[in-house]
C-alpha cells in the first residue's frame, strides 16, 4: 500500500527558511509527477509546485524566486526548499505523487503544518 510521509514543516518567523520532505513508499510502478499543495483556513488547496520525473518543474506565482523544488527518484522523494518565508505562507502543505502501474493513480500525504511569523 503507498503511503506519503511528509516531514519537516514547522514555525519560523518570516524572512526565514524551512525544508519540507515528502517519502513515497510501498510503490509498485512509475512515480510521474510529485507535488506540494497548500491550504489555509478558510481557503482551497492550492497548487505551490510540481515537478516531473525528468525534473519539470512548476511553480505557482506566489513561490517563484523563493521556493525550490527538486526530486530524488531512486528515494521516492520530494523535496520543498522554502526560503523568504511570509506570512501568507502560513498553510498546511501536502505532498502529492501520482502513481502509474496500469493505471494513474493519485495518493495524497496527511499534511504537514508551517507557520510563519511576522
Known amino acids: 500500500q503507498v503511503q506519503l510521509v511528509e516531514s519537516g514543516g514547522g514555525l519560523v518567523q518570516a524572512g526565514g527558511s524551512l525544508r519540507l520532505s515528502c517519502a513515497a513508499s510501498g510503490v509498485i510502478g512509475r512515480v510521474n509527477v510529485m507535488g506540494w499543495y497548500r491550504q489555509s483556513p478558510g481557503k482551497q488547496r492550492e497548487l505551490v509546485a510540481d515537478i516531473t520525473s525528468d525534473a519539470t518543474t512548476n511553480y505557482a506565482d506566489s513561490v517563484k524566486g523563493r521556493f525550490t523544488i527538486s526530486r530524488d527518484n531512486a528515494k521516492n522523494t520530494v523535496y520543498l526548499q522554502m526560503d523568504s518565508l511570509k506570512p501568507e505562507d502560513t498553510a498546511v502543505y501536502y505532498c502529492?505523487?501520482?502513481?502509474?502501474?496500469?493505471?494513474?493513480?493519485?495518493?495524497w500525504g496527511q499534511g504537514t503544518q508551517v507557520t510563519v511569523s511576522s
Open positions: 502529492k505523487a501520482q502513481i502509474r502501474r496500469f493505471v494513474t493513480a493519485v495518493y
